[in-house]
């Protein structure tokens, strides 16, 4: 089975050009993408919405039995792109206590884990497939993880973390999976588990991206938000967007810019514009967040 670049289904697998570049505003697409995503006006039916949304738990799990661990690439670039995990120690024995929150089988924290053994990593996802194979991994230790089924939109994560107990929450691919009218909720469960000036490490798909504009008619749930044939979603955000709804969950933007890239497709024969977006949101101390 390959493996993607990034969380894409979509696109398929293919090596990413090390060029990156970080932009603050979004990409320019062409008289023709606009046309197409214009064009594109008919929303799934409400039924068939609600439908998904009751099974979206369902579709996850079962995205996990067909790929078992074998579809994410490890993401080894977390601790490049977000020098936080290593630098936000106050002193260098510091123990740091963090949540992978919608971890999957675990691509991010097992490469965190062989880094770095001063570290303890709270992961929860909410299909329980995802949560077995990463108990089942040979670097899971019970001194140094702790891993729980958990849906970030419906449970309280203070049942298994302590309130205000950690110093980074990582949020990568999870929240364009989350129905937007939920999103908020789920930023709002993180911020009682952070400590107060605690980070949020984000990345997620960008407005724009290649898979957005590969996105068939008839899989339009609403705006920039998609369902994939499997049934799993995905939204493409603005940083506007971002940013507003990290604020009204009660933080503040440190970093917030899109990440622009090209993915080689060997198998189309094409060069695909993808869009992420990176972010760095700060729990506010009391009361300056208004
Ligand atoms: C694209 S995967 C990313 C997994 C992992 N963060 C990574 O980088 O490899 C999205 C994950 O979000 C999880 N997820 C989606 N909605 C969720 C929710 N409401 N609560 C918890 N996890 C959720 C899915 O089960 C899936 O494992």
Redesign the pocket.
Known sequence: MAQAND?DRAVGPGPTFPFKSTESSERTVSERELEKLKNDRILVSDFKQKKIEME??KN??L??KRNTTNF?KD?HWTTREFEELKACRKFDAQKLIML?????????IFPLLEEDLNIFIYA????PR?VQFVKENHLYCSEQCLAFQ?????DDLKATIPEESLHVV?????L???HPD?MRH?LENIHKVLKVGGIVLFRDYGLYDHAMLRFKSASKLGENFYVRQDG?RSFFFSREYLANLFHQAGFHTLVNEYVLRETVNKREGLCVPRVFLQGKFQKCTRNACQ
Not at 124 to 127: N, W
Not at 150 to 154: A, P, Q
């Open positions: 969380s979206a738990q996850w799990d995205f996990y994410f993401r992978e929150a919608g971890c999957g089988v675990g691509n991010c929860c996802d909410f299909s995802a958990c849906d970030l939109t419906k990582t949020l990568v691919f999870v364009s999976a989350i939920k789920a799993t």
